[in-house]
């Protein structure tokens, strides 16, 4: 009876949403009684994550060491997607008379001393960059030793014009070499197809560029936009005029953009206290990379205590996971990661190789309550339900990692209601925008397991 009862469940579970609400919704009749069954206890321990492979193309340069965390830094390698619309009709190569690259960031995006000098520096790429890149890559190889241009920056927001210190973005510019705007604007005039994508522009014209921090500890700061901006100019005496004449355009002609590739190198030396902690077995998640958690959820038993208390018909309302979390403390205020993704272990690399989203039955995220201290994933339902769906299941059903994630998300209009909006995720990848820590109390975290079952008298 048993049995039947799970077949009977199986069937009539599309009858609930994946929340708890609608409990029992289709059960007829009397004698129907809810079971919320929290008795379950999770397992997990601490894993080496060297290197994480996200897909975004903000940037993050600079350094910083936090006690507590460790040492942190990224530079970056980077191809250009060219505009093809240089403008030969009323220019030439000798015309260009500034090139440079411009690094936009909000203001605020940045973790350390705003006013700190930080030097950077800029190399060319002489070798085309490989694919496959993640975190961990190294540079050298890829690039001459002979650099494009340095330059010393900090974040401040004291300095410039009243406008400019209330601007909600700020750009640091970087001065380059006046051959290679020529050189760059030469081989379109040449050749205006080695301009068709990014891809064609790095094998032809140019491979990309190297950004590495060469000067100071104290900072990082994330970049929304990087681009070089060519500025051309000519000076020309009008038909009939005494006077000369000005001819000024200026464009961000080349950007970073999802289309080409764009890698954070990123080197994480753990804190030796943080070390000891993951080494006696404590759940600690870091990020970028660092530490992920693995653990066993107790499917099997949740799968087992059911099926032996269901004699008749049963309806599964609800399955959810609370993970209390516990900060750790450090010299610079690191906080728990925004998101953790729960992924079972053996599709953990495919989900981001692919590019995937939570699809709810496999893959999940959560986010972060400082409120609460905790990770709420509390639509397991439809994962439960295919598992009582199968005849066998092996550790490879029920064996997760939590991997720190951001979820980014963008707005769609609601169909049937006028002028409405929902925020739907658009991307999910490993969070690499700075330092992010947190010990995960799996010890303490809550299963619920939530069921309506109608008895016949």
Known sequence: MAALAAIA??????????????????????????????????????????????????????????????????????????????DTAQFTAANVDSISILLQYNRGAFLGDSVAPMG???????????????????????????????????????????????ATTRTIRVKLPLSLGRDLFNKFVENPSSYADGKV?????????????????????????????????????????????????????????????NNNNITYKMDEGLKAKIAEGRNIVTAPAGSEVEFTFPTQEIISKYKASTANLAVINGLSLEIPVDTIENGFGVAPPPYL?????????EFFAKNKLADNVTSFYASYSSA????????????????????????????????????????????GYYGTTSQVESEIYPYVAGPAMAELLLDEAKIKFTYSLQTQK
Do not use: W
């Not at 206890?41 to 910083?64: A, C, E, L, N």
């Not at 104290?218 to 060519?230: A, D, E, K, W, Y």
């Open 341 to 349: 993704l729960l992924v079972l272990k053996k599709d953990r690399d």
């Open 9 to 86: 469940a199986v069937g009539t579970f599309t009858a609930c949403d994946d929340t708890a609400s609608n409990i029992g919704a289709s059960l007829t009749g009397q004698n129907v009684e809810i079971i919320i069954d929290s008795a379950y206890t999770v397992h997990g321990k601490p894993v080496p994550v060297p290197y994480v492979s996200p897909r975004i193309t903000d940037q993050i340069i600079g350094r910083v060491d936090i006690p507590g965390y460790g040492t942190l830094s990224s530079d970056v390698v980077a191809q250009f997607l060219p505009s093809t619309e240089l």
């Open 201 to 261: 522009f790095a094998r032809d014209v140019f491979p990309g560029i190297y950004m590495a921090n060469s000067f100071g500890n104290g900072r990082l700061t994330t970049l929304s936009i990087c681009g070089m901006t060519m500025n051309l100019r000519k000076i020309y005496t009008p038909e009939g005029e005494e006077e000369p004449d000005t001819i000024d355009a200026e464009h961000l002609y080349y950007l970073v953009t999802p289309e080409v590739i």
């Open 372 to 415: 609460n201290r905790k990770y709420s994933f509390l639509s397991l339902r439809s994962y439960i339900t295919e598992m009582l769906s199968r005849e066998e299941i092996t550790a490879d059903d029920y064996t997760f990692s939590l991997v720190p994630v951001q979820v980014t998300f963008e707005s769609t209009a609601n169909s």
């Open 120 to 166: 950077l520096t800029v190399y060319p790429l002489d070798k085309q960059l490989p694919s496959d890149l993640n975190s961990a890559f190294n540079p050298e190889g890829y690039y001459s030793e002979t650099p494009l241009a340095t330059k010393i920056y900090n974040t401040s927001t004291f300095y410039g014009t009243a406008t400019e210190q209330a």
